[in-house]
């Protein structure tokens, strides 16, 4: 059984040949999950006129924007990324949309950088993963914005979207984790793609790190196994002085391989610069900071969606009735690595990562974000 659902996957596509790299053709239009009609793309095109289609695109895109760099193939394969924005659980730790937070001195949102340093890196389209309910809100006060620059679609994560043979379970209103929002996206996905939180800030060199990835492992190919990519950033960088944090910490093997992802929950700072966290059975955990943790920043080919479809089956036939249970796609990932399905190359960026994990937090995240424009990695208004 875990043969047939997590061997190839259902999400081999076509790939269209491009120098280093490699772009999927658009292969399906969207449907039933509230895409726009702008960011709706053809059926499938031959080889040759989908790269004339998607380079045009690009080229329009660049002229309109200015955010793409100089005319080269890292243009064309601006194109070719999809970068998934998980949103459906937005405001759960302070309240409201919290993403609309401003955070730059021109009002500008934590996403609206994620997405600046993503187009840049390669990344031509952006699907946001929320909830029905939140809809118009989130277009309002974010969609909105990102889709003067990019191409955004919308796909909407339920607690009743569940494969068959498994029914909704009555009375449970708290979606199904961060593996089942991937899900939800799977339709609007046209071929490799980042994974990353809405309200985190995670730097430009990830978004850079994920595209070298993704163009160095190149289209996928029978029988070798898929490898995927984790963006890691030191667990002393992800740490909030206003409470504990819960974080997955990275175990690794020599050649720098995920082997594993340890869930470490209740994270607190020391007064010494290193961190610690209490034990189960009682005491304390040190641990010095410089652990690598995952900050939900990933790159998956699309196979990936067949064997998290797979490992969501195996969930809910042991976990389908409960009202609490969840899917993280952290636990996912660390199922297939178990299992022998994939390789994980653990990429370490350049760059510092904050994020709000409470309100408090926010000072500090507008104060960074100050820094990086005073150095110029940024211009004072996007």
């Known amino acids: 059984m875990i043969a047939e659902r997590f061997g190839s996957g259902t999400g081999s596509l076509p790939a269209v040949a491009s120098g280093e790299g490699w772009v999927s053709p658009v292969v399906r239009k969207m449907s039933g999950h509230g895409q726009d009609a702008h960011a709706t793309w053809p059926g499938s095109l031959p080889a040759v006129s989908s790269a004339i289609v998607l380079a045009r695109a690009v080229a329009s895109v660049r002229c309109k924007f200015g955010w793409l760099p100089s005319a080269s193939r890292e243009i064309f394969m601006a194109v070719s990324y999809d970068l998934v924005v998980l949103a459906a659980g937005m405001g759960s730790r302070f309240g409201g949309l919290k993403q609309v937070e401003p955070v730059g001195p021109g009002g500008e949102l934590i996403i609206e950088y994620s997405a600046y340093d993503a187009l840049k890196a390669g990344f031509g389209r952006v699907v946001f993963v929320i909830r029905h309910d939140i809809e118009q809100p989130f277009r309002a006060a974010i969609g909105r914005r990102i889709e003067k620059r990019m191409e955004v679609a919308y796909a909407f994560q339920e607690t009743a979207d569940l494969p068959a043979p498994h029914p909704p379970v009555s009375g449970r209103t708290k979606p199904w984790g961060t593996g089942q929002a991937v899900l939800a996206a799977e339709p609007a996905l046209r071929g490799p793609f980042a994974v990353i939180n809405a309200d985190d800030f995670y730097g430009a060199a990830a978004y850079r790190v994920l595209a070298g990835h993704f163009r160095a492992v190149g289209p996928p190919g029978a029988p070798a196994k898929p490898i995927y990519s984790l963006v890691g950033y030191p667990l002393r960088q992800t740490l909030s002085d206003h409470g504990t944090v819960n974080r997955g910490v990275c175990l690794t093997d020599a050649a720098g391989r995920l082997s594993g992802i340890e869930e470490v929950l209740k994270i ?109 990695v940024y211009p004072h208004r996007l």
């Open 268 to 376: 607190e700072r020391t007064p010494d610069g290193r961190a610690r966290a209490p034990q189960p059975w009682g005491g304390w955990r040190g641990l010095s900071g410089d652990e690598l943790v995952s900050m939900t920043c990933f790159g998956f080919s699309p196979e990936f969606l067949g064997q998290l479809g797979g490992l969501f089956a195996e969930f809910l036939d042991r976990y389908g009735q409960s009202q609490t249970a969840e899917f993280y796609l952290p636990v996912a990932v660390g199922n297939l690595l178990q299992g022998g399905y994939a390789d994980v190359r653990v990429l370490k960026s350049e760059d510092g990562w904050f994020g709000m994990t409470y309100r408090e937090d926010v000072p500090a995240a507008r104060a960074a974000l100050r820094r990086l424009i005073d150095q110029g």
